[in-house]
């Protein structure tokens, strides 16, 4: 059985006053916590993330890293000075890199790569749009951009790999794919991973995110093959980001 994984992502929000309470509520929940927690915080906060939570079961990561080692690129954030400030993980592939920063996926398969390099946990995002979904490619959209990863790392990449599939028309919108609908596209990802190695997919977590609530995660986190959420919005409220944890 895997192990179920809340991971939130703070997205462009917070300071360090509001941080402060968020964090310090999780830190005194996170004993009482029975699934994987993490948060994902802009880079300004990572080291008041890592001065908070070191210590406890919640871990933190980035949102984005570069598909660089390092050089002469000015504003970016290598995979090593994450793993300096003790991420565990970092999101790669978020549905808004890759539709306002023009991220494509071969960019997210080099950044993917850079981060396992640096021993961090890549959170590999997919997921279609609404106009995709409803011109029925769905499938082909994610498998798209899985096989970016895949071709590029190797299968077994996945196995120090997070997944989480997030429908664009989902994300901040407070509209939620049903269970089932979800279930489906989780399904059709591990399928594609069993292909080429069954063990790699059945280990392999795969969050769902896209409004994920405490209304809502106890039973999308019940479908077979949904290993827990990668959560917007709601992580940044810590008793939604802790009902969502105890839902998982
Ligand atoms: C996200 O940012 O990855 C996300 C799923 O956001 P929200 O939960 O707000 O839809």
Not at 65 to 92: I, K, N, P
Not at 171 to 177: E, L, N, S
């Amino acid at each position: 059985m895997r192990a179920k994984l809340v991971a939130g992502n703070w997205k462009m929000y917070g300071s360090l006053a509001a941080n402060l309470k968020l964090l310090t509520h999780i830190k005194e929940a996170a004993a009482g916590l029975r699934c994987g927690a993490a948060v994902c915080v802009p880079f300004p906060y990572l080291e008041q993330a890592r001065s908070a939570l070191s210590g406890t079961s919640v871990a933190w990561g980035g949102q984005n890293v570069s598909e660089h080692e390092e050089g002469a690129y000015t504003g970016e954030v290598s995979a090593a000075m994450l793993q300096e400030f003790g991420c565990r993980y970092v999101l790669v592939g978020h549905s808004e890199r890759r539709a306002l920063f023009a991220e494509s996926d071969s960019t997210v398969a080099a950044k993917f790569a850079q981060a396992q390099r640096a021993g961090l946990i890549p959170i590999l995002c997919v997921g279609e749009t609404l106009a995709e979904r409803e011109d029925g490619v769905t499938a082909a959209v994610v498998t798209r951009q899985l096989d970016a990863v895949l071709n590029d790392s190797g299968v077994a990449a996945l196995s120090r790999a997070v997944l989480a599939y997030e429908p664009v028309w989902a994300i901040g919108t407070g509209k939620t794919a049903s269970p089932e609908q979800a279930q489906e596209v989780h399904a059709l990802i591990r399928a594609r991973v069993a292909q080429s190695a069954a063990a790699v997919a059945e280990g392999l977590q795969i969050l769902y995110g896209g409004s994920v609530k405490p209304g809502n995660a106890r039973e999308l986190f019940a479908m077979p093959d949904i290993d827990g959420g990668l959560v917007g919005g709601a992580s940044l409220v810590a008793e939604d980001f802790l009902a969502i944890c105890a839902a998982a």
